[in-house]
Antibody, heavy 128, light 110 residues
Framework: QVQLQESGPGLVRPSETLSLNCSVS??????????WGWIRQPPGKGLEWIGN???????YYNPSLKSRVTIFEDSSRNQISLKLSSVTAADTAVYYC????????????????????WGRGTTVTVSS | QSVLTQPPSASGTPGQRVTISCSGN????????VSWFQQFPGKAPKLLIY???QRPSGVPDRFSGSKSGTSASLAISDFRSEDEADYHC???????????FGGGTRVTAL
């Protein structure tokens, strides 16, 4: 059974870069059958999509975060990583990683994938 | 401000049917599948509905999804106190080339 575990600093200073890892067990990030994604949830608010990555390295980012976000994979560690630069208090949130699945034959585009498995999340606070 | 619009709250009496709406436009709900997630306080979201109306294994058939035009709905039939949670809708947006979420709906028992 696949499990995802987020990890990283719980406190980041304003203007610095937030770095998080998502360790995947029970599946390979290079299986070729899934996308992997990051989602965040500010305190008391709804979910916000950050971005997706496929094993080819193809990425899709939220336009509102695109200039500050990088998602990449480390196949040797079976991890998906997130970097968010120039953080402010508005980036304070619980950050989740997720595995995106596709059901059925139309799996040739990212638009047919859905967030099927989620990690438990990790809380990141941006404060001096 | 979320791209998809959900009512902030909804409530139901045990045994009753509860419906949650999710409103979008032709770039997202109108042209793509919708997912629904259930989230308990302090916990990670859990997939409830995918491809607008499909249930993952293990999700009770009391939960059902539907779509009409640019709006989607999640229905909980035979509502139970254990269904008290936040529910979030999501869809791909062709104009933004990304996933958009609703603001979430908190469902409580009366």
């Amino acid at each position: 059974q696949v499990q995802l575990q987020e990890s990283g600093p719980g406190l980041v200073r304003p203007s610095e870069t937030l770095s998080l890892n998502c360790s995947v067990s029970g599946d390979s990030i290079r299986s070729g059958t899934h996308y992997w994604g990051w989602i965040r949830q500010p305190p008391g608010k709804g979910l916000e999509w950050i971005g997706n990555i496929y094993e080819t390295g193809a990425t899709y980012y939220n336009p509102s975060l695109k200039s500050r976000v990088t998602i990449f994979e480390d196949s040797s560690r079976n991890q998906i990583s997130l970097k968010l630069s120039s953080v402010t208090a508005a980036d304070t949130a619980v950050y989740y990683c997720a595995r995106l699945d596709c059901d059925g034959g139309a799996c040739y585009s990212v638009i047919y994938f859905f967030m099927a498995v989620w990690g438990r999340g990790t809380t990141v606070t941006v404060s001096s | 401000q979320s791209v998809l619009t959900q009512p902030p709250s909804a409530s139901g009496t045990p045994g009753q049917r509860v419906t949650i709406s999710c409103s979008g436009n032709s770039a997202n709900i109108g042209n793509n599948y919708v997912s629904w997630f259930q989230q308990f306080p302090g916990k990670a979201p859990k997939l409830l509905i995918y491809k607008t109306r499909q249930r993952p294994s293990g999700v009770p058939d009391r939960f059902s999804g539907s779509k009409s035009g640019t709006s989607a709905s999640l229905a909980i039939s035979d509502f139970r106190s254990e269904d008290e949670a936040d529910y979030h809708c999501a869809a791909w947006d062709d104009k933004l080339s990304g996933v958009v979420f609703g603001g979430g709906t908190r469902v409580t028992a009366l």
